[in-house]
């Protein structure tokens, strides 16, 4: 497989450099390097690598089983890749939000492009991270006045501001709170943070990335506590990405850098918690 294309599949898929270095376990930096065209002939090891990482499917796109409604007063069970039982069949990609928010009643879900996707429940780990951050975020804004509002999921954000896609964001911050239509959130928000788990790592880094930047958010934050590491896309500034480990602070770029996330407390709080099982 040449570096083009890898190049093609990249852009196809909607892959981050930040995914590939992931999956591939090629360096960060090598990886900007090689598809950005500054080195032209990369070491063989690192070519393999690369070629094995983009010879699977690594992106967590539904291709087309049916998911359907469950008899009345029956659990509805979605599975990461998988169909509900058959009862007045709709297939992927034409679901609506009237059929997610009928879903969501039974399992945490979403929809992103009449696609529906399950959302595994969430650690305690990534809960208290949730709840360290939300802690921050609402100090802050309260030290500051203004408009902006933190909303811990779930909370349902018709994205596009439109009924085919509803995502639930781990923390949303919206400063225009004409945003706000009831229990929802009408339009995209301001920042967005994710904190990653298994099975929704490759969904967060490249589906709901694209969805984000396309949809206007203006600052997306990835905490992936398993690398111990934050990654921060600023779709204002160029889609300008930082990159922090969990002993950094981390500057709120919606706000100009004048609030800033301790990570070093949140991981000396989470290592008297937890020990070494950090996960």
């Known amino acids: ?15 981050t450099n930040e995914y590939i270095c992931d999956g591939s376990g090629v360096p960060l ?3 900007q390097k090689i598809f950005s ?3 032209r002939s990369p070491r063989y090891d690192t070519m393999q690598a690369l070629e094995k990482f983009f010879a699977e499917e690594h ?3 539904y291709s087309g089983p049916v998911y359907d409604y469950p008899p009345e007063g029956e659990r509805v069970v979605v599975k990461e890749g998988g169909a509900l039982s058959a009862h007045n069949g709709i297939p992927q990609g034409k679901h609506t939000a009237e059929d997610y928010y009928r879903l969501r009643e039974h399992e945490r879900i979403e929809l992103i492009d009449g696609v529906i996707y399950n959302l595994a429940t969430p650690t305690t780990m990534h809960q208290f991270i949730i709840m360290t951050l939300m802690v921050e975020l609402e100090l802050f804004i309260r030290s500051r006045g ?6 811990p999921a779930p909370v349902s954000v018709h994205l596009d501001g439109d009924d085919a896609t509803v995502v639930e964001p781990d923390i949303s911050i919206v400063c225009d709170r004409s945003r706000l239509a009831g229990e929802r959130i009408w339009g995209a928000p301001d920042l967005v943070i994710e904190v990653l788990s ?6 967060d880094m490249t589906i709901k990335y694209q969805k984000y930047a396309d949809a206007g958010v203006r600052e997306y934050w990835i905490i992936d506590p398993q690398n111990q590491k934050v990654i921060v896309y600023d779709f204002e500034q160029d889609y300008l990405i930082s990159l922090y480990t969990f002993r950094d602070r981390v500057p709120v770029g919606i706000w100009d ?6 990570f070093a ?4 709080r989470m290592a008297e918690i937890y020990g070494e099982r950090q996960e």
């Open 146 to 151: 203004g408009d902006c509002i933190p909303f």
């Open 1 to 15: 497989m040449t570096i083009e294309e890898m190049r093609r599949l990249k852009k196809e898929r909607g892959y």
């Open 59 to 61: 992106y967590a796109v």
């Open 29 to 31: 930096g090598t990886v």
């Open 265 to 268: 407390s949140i991981t000396d």
């Open 37 to 39: 065209g500054e080195t």
């Open 257 to 262: 850098g004048e609030c800033e996330i301790d």
């Open 198 to 203: 298994p099975s929704t790592r490759r969904k």
